[in-house]
């Protein structure tokens, strides 16, 4: 199987195939992607990503005319099935429409957020414009998409219809190849209505109702019908699109949905009460998937990317949050500049010490920011005010972490930005495999379960964080660990250490973790004790007692100080 | 390995496609000479309507209104013009409450759309006009000099142009901008001072070409009628010799400015141009070329930001001090130095 992926910078060719009788992941090639000028087609670094990919395997994937092969030949030219993603291209434009500002409108813009969207319009009820001015404010943004909720199943009828009133005339006035996709997902009993006043004016298209009841949030359906509109806007705004989701079969996805149905997987594979995390920090967006039960949340956000849409971030957070990540004194001034420059130039590198801590600083920030925007969804029984929910595993990925100097920095970031708490493994999608998988897995679902079972995730660790208050040095848990080969370590963790104790990947151990002051280790309460067993990885079993919320030292010295011994921990 | 292209050239052939981002009508014709401040195509594209409730009007139900409606859709009406009665004992009317055309008529409703100010598309550089694409958009073409940046605050403008920045490491502050360059272009460092962009829309000047600029500033630049772009980017940095050269050797020439911001969905990028006549056949540059040695290159990130210097040889894996692996170049400066940098943080000038 073939997987293309159309990043913002890169273009990568992803090839997997049998071996001694199981999917496995086998090479990657990779290009710039062309979307953007001078080339304006996506096909440009798709060729030159298979290129690439031919000459590590020196398998035959495209004819001599540029067509990919498929299904594979007896002389072993070509794939037998290919999938596709994409996160290339500037945020849609939508307009949200709901009825209630908390409401539906609120649920409106989570859907959005479930793709590359920039919202750059809200109408509802609380609008005091009149009609003829919501018109004309769709007519002059010009949206991509318009998304409508409202209405509770059986609920408000003549408000909703009066809000479509304006979407419809708006696409009416619109010129035909500028038509925006719309996106009907609320009163159920309106579909009929809606159709008949919308239809030939637009795209239009629907879901379930996204808020069948006030205290019912579904956006499950509905993400997949907008997925399914952003390929399409994606195809007619940009040139090699529809080539490649006619490669796909119709089945080209954006890459965050593919992401996010990974993260759907394993929480049903996994079955657990705790939730899934996954974790995309890339140039195009920030993506947070969470799982629970099966049930997805997916924030995507692309100015939490780190690349053009960077300064975002500055609406959300000031530059002195930003600044507690460095572990040197850098002027605001500083880090404000390499926000700008950066999103000038999304391909660049960090070729000094002192830019790549800004970068590092940078991804703790954006996921930090991104949690606090995704956890507006998470469902209401594991919310946590201002913490994680218990979850298991993380996965992250983007290349901000997968590039960073040491698996060790790549773990602080990680720690840092998400800060978890309970007990957690910690994987890294060291590959940029997890988006692909997620789009493989409509096709051939086995594929994506033997490659996951596979070794091409990097598993850093098992991270065990206590929640709790105390005075920094005040020994707040007992951990005992007795590996499979006999050997035991104990060990009394202090509030504010970080402590590793290695254990290689292909072993196992139990740990028995006795917290003391009402600490909380995810054993089922505060102070409660329990064991479990832990498996081996990179570095081995983390202890991040530094306390949840992370408060970093605020003096420079300190902090430095802290930060250089934390990672000295693990394994610089 | 393929590296974007910053175009400063003392002269080519520069062609440049001026799209509307909507269908509307073009204003010039083949073959004919523009300025960089003419206006080449308009568009609505800040359309203005009004939604009578017809039926609230003459207080009918909606059902029994479009009998009595007295206009359709494309008629244009005048204020006062009725467009729905006479009714009842009253005579009740709905008049047209400003010159207006119709839209549709209907459902007890009639929407107008109101003659509202069209944004007019400007041709940006001066040149003729080559080729026209219908309801869209024109191509221009002219010789002369080019210098691309990176920020614009998407003015256009044309001047003459007035050097302040002596060296390239010049900062421009309120105090060196002078009536006497009302009207002028000015070309200047780096500026960190709002106060400077206000007082470049009080003289007004036709333009400001900086070589860098603090962000804190850039929500006034935004606003400012004045077309202001940056050439290297964000934070104190030195004009690029190569930019410096070019451009002071042509102070006292006119110039146009074309601050549009940079977009690589559509190939716009913030640019002046130096309208110059050709000494013989030029040809467009390309905006994408092989990074190989001998190419002029661009140093977009530390430690060696902005400078420029010549590709040695292009190498292969390097960890740098920052501890990242990547694709390396090697390249010597003006002053003989050599410095190996990621090749993705190269620009090719030319």
Redesign the interface.
């Known amino acids: 199987m073939l997987v293309i992926d159309v990043g913002a910078v890169s273009t990568r060719a992803m090839l997997f195939d049998v071996v001694d009788g199981r999917y496995r992941f086998l090479a990657v090639g990779s290009a710039p992607s062309t979307d953007a000028a001078p080339f304006y087609d996506v096909g440009e670094g798709v060729q030159r990503a298979i290129e690439n990919l031919q000459e590590i395997t020196g398998r035959v994937i495209i004819d001599e005319n540029e067509r990919l092969i498929i299904p594979a030949t007896r002389d072993g030219r070509g794939v037998d099935t290919f999938a596709a993603t994409i996160s290339a291209g500037p945020p849609l434009k939508v307009v949200a429409v709901g009825l209630l500002e908390d409401v539906s409108l609120e649920s409106t813009r989570r859907l959005a957020k479930t793709t590359y969207t920039g919202v750059i319009e809200t109408i509802s009820l609380n609008d005091r414009r009149k009609s003829d001015a919501r018109i004309d404010s769709i007519l002059r943004l010009r949206p991509d998409l318009i998304l409508v909720a409202g209405g509770t199943d059986g609920g408000a009828s003549q408000s909703v219809l009066k809000l479509l009133e304006a979407v419809g005339l708006a696409c009416y006035l619109t010129a035909d190849e500028q038509k925006p996709e719309v996106i009907y997902a609320g009163n159920q009993e309106l579909t009929e209505e809606v159709r008949s006043s919308l239809t030939g004016f637009a795209s239009l298209h629907f879901a379930p109702n996204i808020r069948p009841t006030l205290e019912m949030e579904n956006l499950d359906a509905a993400q997949t019908v907008v997925a399914e509109a952003s390929a399409r806007v994606r195809a007619r705004q940009i040139a090699g699109v529809r080539n490649l989701d006619e490669w796909a079969g119709g089945g080209l996805l954006p890459t965050a949905s593919a992401f996010g149905r990974l993260i759907r997987f394993l929480s049903r594979a996994y079955d657990s009460p705790k939730g899934v995390l996954g974790v995309d920090v890339g140039a195009s967006a920030t993506t947070i998937a969470a799982a629970f039960h099966g049930d997805l949340t997916l924030g995507v956000y692309p100015e939490y990317g780190l690349g053009r849409g960077l300064p975002g971030l500055l609406e959300d957070a000031r530059l002195e949050e930003i600044a507690q990540w460095l572990p040197q004194n850098v002027p605001l001034e500083d880090i404000h500049d390499y926000i700008y420059n950066k999103s000038l130039f999304p391909g660049t590198l960090p070729a000094t010490k002192e830019e790549l801590a800004i970068e590092q600083a940078l991804a703790r920030q954006v996921m930090r920011c991104g949690l606090r925007r995704a956890a507006g969804g998470f469902p209401a029984s594991v919310s946590r005010r201002g913490l994680l929910p218990p979850m298991e595993p993380i996965l992250a990925s983007g290349s901000v972490l997968t590039h960073a100097p040491t698996l060790g920095s790549c773990l602080m970031m990680m720690l840092d930005g998400l800060q978890p708490v309970g007990v957690t493994t910690m994987v890294l999608d060291q590959n940029h495999l997890a988006a692909a998988l997620g789009a493989a897995a409509a096709i051939n679902p086995i594929l994506s379960v033997q490659v996951l079972d596979s070794s091409t995730f990097v598993y850093l660790g098992t991270v065990i964080s206590p929640v709790g208050n105390a005075r920094p040095g005040t020994p707040i848990l007992r951990l005992r660990m007795v590996q499979s080969n006999g050997n035991e370590t104990t060990i009394d963790i202090k509030y504010g250490t970080l402590e590793a104790i290695p254990l290689p990947l292909g072993q196992s151990a139990r740990v028995h973790l006795q917290p003391f002051h009402r600490f909380d280790v995810g054993m089922g309460g505060p102070g409660r004790s329990g064991s479990l067993v832990v498996h081996g990885g990179a570095l081995g079993v983390v202890i991040d007692a530094r306390g949840r919320p992370l408060r970093m030292p605020k003096d420079v010295g300190r902090r430095q100080e802290a930060m250089q011994k934390w990672l000295w921990t693990l394994g610089g | 390995m393929?590296a974007p292209v910053r175009h400063i050239l003392p002269v080519t052939t520069i062609r440049r496609e001026r799209l509307l981002?909507?269908?509307g009508k073009i204003s010039v014709r083949k073959g004919q000479k523009v300025s960089a401040t003419d206006t080449v195509a308009e568009a609505s594209?800040?359309?203005?309507?009004?939604?009578l409730d017809l039926s609230r009007g003459l207080g009918l139900p909606p059902e029994k209104t479009d009998q009595h409606i007295q206009c359709k859709a494309g008629d244009s009406v005048d204020a006062g013009d009725i467009l729905a009665g006479p009714v009842g004992l009253a005579r009740r009317v709905v008049r047209a409450p400003k010159k207006a055309r119709v839209?549709?008529a209907g459902g007890g409703q009639v929407?107008l759309e109101v003659q509202n100010k069209p944004f007019e598309l400007k041709a940006a550089l001066p040149g003729m006009v080559m080729d026209l694409i219908p309801e869209r958009g024109v191509v221009i073409e002219t010789t002369g000099a080019l210098i691309q940046g990176?920020?614009g605050n998407g003015g256009i403008g044309f001047g003459l142009m007035l050097v302040l920045a002596k060296t390239p490491n010049h900062v421009l502050t309120r105090d060196q901008l002078e009536v006497s360059y009302r009207g002028s272009v000015i070309l200047a460092g780096h500026c960190a001072e709002e106060d400077v962009i206000k007082m470049a829309g009080e003289l007004p000047l036709r333009g400001l070409i900086l070589a860098s600029m603090?962000?804190?500033v850039?929500p006034v630049a935004e606003k400012s009628p004045v077309p202001v772009m940056v050439l290297e980017?964000?934070?104190q940095r030195p004009m690029n010799t190569a930019a410096f050269n070019l451009l002071t050797t042509n102070e006292q020439r006119e110039v146009a400015i074309n601050a549009e911001p940079?977009d690589?969905?559509?190939?716009t990028?913030p640019e002046v141009i130096i309208p110059l006549p050709a000494p013989g056949d030029t040809q467009q540059s390309?905006?994408?070329q092989v990074l190989e040695p001998g190419k002029q290159v661009y140093i977009?990130?530390?430690?060696h930001a902005g400078k420029v210097g010549r590709l040695l040889s292009a190498g292969g894996m390097k960890?740098?001090?920052?501890?990242?692996?990547?694709l390396s170049a090697l390249v010597r400066f003006d002053d003989g130095t050599e410095a190996l940098?990621?090749a993705?943080?190269l620009e090719i000038i030319q």
């Not at chain 2, 690589?264 to 190939?267: A, D, E, L, Q, R």
């Not at chain 2, 960890?319 to 990547?326: I, K, L, M, N």
């Open positions: 393929l981002p909507i269908q594209l800040s359309p203005a309507h009004l939604l839209v549709v929407l990176v920020w603090a962000p804190s850039i980017g964000f934070g940079w690589p969905y559509t190939g990028r390309k905006d994408v977009l990130r530390a430690p960890t740098f001090p920052s501890g990242v692996r990547a940098v990621p993705a943080n």
